[in-house]
């Protein structure tokens, strides 16, 4: 195995910035240069990697699905080969993540009973529904939250950068077509406004969080972060806007000491930024947009609100167990999670299901206040903050690979750092 010159992410002084300390030197014999199999990559093409490509797709394939099946082939098969290529004594594995992994045998016993006893027509099909959920939620989840100890900053940072610049080409090959499906509304046929909304708020978290670090990433961020900005507003998705401003305000709010004051500083002096150029007619569309939030005048917000209502009815006629998977009366699911948890799995199935969002919200508490975890940790924190919100009013639990991903990950780092720290001090005594 091939090793690279030492960066300042790999000195004691670049853990505290979210490098490795001297705790964790056993690590540093790890991350090679085939950057394409490495943890970072699996896990960034976790969080972004489909609708990344989704413009290319749409310019060199628009009528058919070949070549989404083979970018979704892709990061299948990279992230396999990632979790393969990793020497098995960086793979890590905690106990934190029981309940998930119980929940997700309940759930998928669920959706077989609904399915194949009960002959339920989940939406869009049964080779969907599953192939999404066994592959893309729980199998990429499994794997990438067992890659934590081999996610360096340096490949994070590459890989972002490079899947980034895709997106925004991507869009730009699109461009005579991007405001042609839906008026003003940014869209192309293989990527809707609110996935687009959402994987240029994910970039941009990313970029937020990188802001300031060293001077190349922040001129990254500068290049960069304007423009994913305009595909944030003009995509038009009130959820992208709504979940990820909330996830950075949280994510500010828990920083400690100077950290909250230098980050407050400098989303103001971006919002001064954004407001000295054409600041003022981007907030104009933001708020005209999120003024549309009317249950009586808006058709989305209506539906969301039956599907709701009937979510919640479902429940109470099956407290304990729950019943089906989908609300009956849309044959849809939700667009709540949680309440598809209740309706779905009942209040005795749903206990996995909170345990594992209370280890979460745990995890990312600790990781963002500590202030020594990589920058994969940090994104997967904030990232999750950001599901966590958006899975209120959309997603649904077979299809939301990127909460699974970002909160197992999330879990991963801060139960497996607790366990780095115990066997460190057990080594001491050990050597005493």
């Not at 299948?76 to 997700?104: E, H, N």
């Not at 003024?291 to 989305?300: G, K």
Request: hydrophobic content about 55%.
């Amino acid at each position: 195995m091939t090793q690279r010159a030492k960066t300042h992410y790999d000195t004691p002084a670049g853990f505290a910035r979210g490098g490795f300390g001297p705790r964790f030197a056993h690590l540093k014999g790890y991350v090679d240069r085939r950057i394409l199999f490495s943890p970072a990559t699996a896990f960034a093409l976790a969080i972004c990697g489909v609708y990344a490509f989704a413009g290319w797709v749409n310019r060199f394939d628009p009528e058919g699905s070949t070549g989404s099946i083979l970018v979704r082939l892709a990061i299948v098969l990279i992230t396999f080969g990632s979790y393969v290529l990793l020497p098995s004594k960086l793979r890590s594995s905690t106990a934190a993540l029981l309940p998930m992994k119980l929940f997700f045998v309940l759930y998928l016993c669920r959706l077989v009973e609904n399915v194949y006893l009960s002959s339920i027509n989940i939406s869009p099909g049964p080779m969907m529904v599953f192939s999404v959920f066994v592959v893309s939620s729980v199998g990429a989840t499994l794997i990438i939250a067992s890659m934590d100890r081999g996610i360096r900053n340096t490949d994070m940072i590459l890989v972002m950068n490079a899947l980034c610049v895709v997106f925004l080409i991507g869009l730009y090959l699109n461009r005579d077509v991007l405001f042609a499906a839906q008026g003003e509304r940014m869209s192309i046929d293989k990527i809707n406004p609110i996935a687009m909304g959402h994987t240029a708020f994910a970039f941009l978290i990313y970029y937020f969080l990188i802001l300031g670090k060293t001077k190349k990433l922040t001129i990254q961020s500068i290049v960069l972060g304007p423009m994913l900005l305009l595909v944030v507003v003009f995509s038009k998705s009130r959820g992208a806007y709504i979940s990820g401003a909330g996830s950075i305000l949280v994510y500010i709010l828990l920083l400690k000491g100077s950290k909250r004051l230098f980050a407050v500083l400098g989303a103001l002096v971006v919002a001064m930024a954004i407001l000295a150029t054409s600041g003022v007619e981007l907030i104009d569309v933001v708020i005209a947009r999120l003024q549309t939030i009317n249950v009586d005048a808006d058709q989305s917000t209506m539906i969301r609100s039956q599907l709701f209502a009937g979510a919640w009815r479902q429940f109470l006629e099956n407290p304990v167990f729950g019943r089906y998977a989908v609300e009956m009366e849309f044959n849809f699911y939700p667009h709540n999670i949680y309440l598809e948890s209740l309706m779905a799995m009942g209040a005795l199935g749903s206990l996995p299901f909170a345990a594992h969002i209370v280890l979460a919200l745990r995890s990312t508490v600790g990781i963002i206040r500590s202030g020594k975890f990589p920058l994969a940790a940090v994104l997967a924190a904030v990232l999750f903050i950001r599901e966590a919100i958006a899975g209120m009013a959309s997603g649904s639990l077979w299809g939301n690979s990127v909460f699974w991903v970002t909160s197992a990950l999330t879990i991963s780092f801060w139960y497996g750092y607790q366990g780095f720290l115990a066997k460190a001090r057990n080594a001491e005594i050990r050597a005493y």
